[in-house]
Each structure stands twice: as C-alpha cells, then as structure tokens.
C-alpha cells in the first residue's frame, strides 16, 4: 500500500481509533502502516545521519587544529614577551657599560661604534 492509499486508508484507521471502533485486524494493519512509515522515514533519513556524521568528523578534526593553532599564537606571544624582556636587559645593560666608559673616559660611546661592534 503506497502513497494516497495508504495515506486515506492510515486516516481511516486513525478515525476508528479515535472512536474506540477499531478491530483487531485493523489495529494490526495500523500498526503495520506505522510500521512501514517508520522504515521508509529511518531510510529516507539515513543520507542526512551520514552527512551529520561526516560534518561532526570534520568539525572535531577543525577544532582540533583551531587548539593546536591557538597553542602556537600563544607560544609565538611569550616568545615576543620574552624577547622583548631580553631586549630590556641588554638595553640596560647597554646602558650601564656606556655609563662606565663615559666615567673612565669621560666621553660618550659614538653611535657608529656601538652599531659597528
């Protein structure tokens, strides 16, 4: 039984229900129709379960390289932390052995020498 047939006949059925006059055999033929809904919906629906699936495979494997790129940016950050605090001290470092050479000779370091050594 297909299409509108089935489909008069599942009202049909529905309608006796409803009125408490339904036979034995036609709760058996509604149970059978329900039945038969039931496995045309489960295979009509079984191309978008596999496309569900195959999205939340992808999903997890981008999130999962979203993690792992995030990690870098977070890396690559306290490497300029760290680069910059590096820079800090050798600036200050700088700083102190110029102030030393003035004091001994009582002259400033030329720009010129400090980039060249």
């Known amino acids: 039984m297909k299409g509108t047939n089935r489909q008069y006949r599942l009202e049909q059925l529905r309608l006796r229900e409803a009125e408490g006059t339904l036979t034995e055999r036609e709760q058996a033929e509604l149970l059978a129709i329900f ?18 699936r195959q999205l939340q495979k992808e999903k997890a494997e981008l999130e999962e ?17 760290d ?12 700083a102190l052995l110029a102030d030393k ?17």
């Open 35 to 52: 039945t038969e809904l039931d496995a045309e919906e489960a295979e009509a629906l079984k191309p978008a379960k596999e496309k569900s």
């Open 65 to 81: 390289i979203a993690s792992q790129l995030q990690d870098i940016v977070t890396e690559h950050k306290q490497l300029l932390t």
């Open 101 to 117: 050479y003035y004091r001994l000779t009582g002259q400033n370091l030329s720009k010129e020498y400090i980039e060249t050594n």
């Open 83 to 94: 680069a910059r605090a590096y820079l800090t001290q050798l600036q200050s470092k700088r």
